[in-house]
């Protein structure tokens, strides 16, 4: 199970910390991921980060201005979103699988959380 918390209204420029708690005994075994979804937009994929952190990737529209880190011992994954613009405006989902590799596509992913939504005003 993922819990996904952290979202709300923010303005253009500023900064949130969004977390996704898994209750799990072996949340270490899983690949995380971030994906957001607008109205009216499909799921898009924000960003991963493999089991033991030391590998993660980006999609363009984020990279430079978000971080996703880990904390095994907590059971929980981390999405800092820095220099944030209207554009993010989204529900933010967390999601989990076993293996990490180069899809990226919300249909990789077995295990998800509900949506915090992340709202950014101009």
């Known amino acids: 199970q993922l819990q996904a918390s952290g979202g709300g209204l923010v303005q253009a420029g500023g900064s949130l910390r969004l977390s996704c708690k898994v209750s799990a005994r072996t949340s270490s075994s899983y690949t995380m991921g971030w994906f957001r979804q607008a109205p009216g937009k499909e799921r898009e994929f924000v960003a991963h980060?493999?089991?033991?952190?030391?590998?993660?990737y980006y999609a363009d529209s984020v990279k430079g201005r978000f971080t996703i880190s880990r904390d095994n011992a907590k059971n929980t994954v981390y999405l800092q979103m820095n220099s944030l613009k209207p554009e993010d405006t989204a529900d933010y989902y967390c999601?989990?699988?076993?293996?990490?590799?180069?899809?990226?596509?919300?249909?990789?992913?077995?295990?998800w959380g509900q949506g915090t939504l992340v709202t950014v005003s101009s």
């Open positions: 999601a989990a699988r076993f293996f990490y590799y180069r899809d990226y596509a919300p249909s990789s992913y077995d295990y």
């Open positions: 980060i493999a089991r033991n952190g030391g590998s993660t």
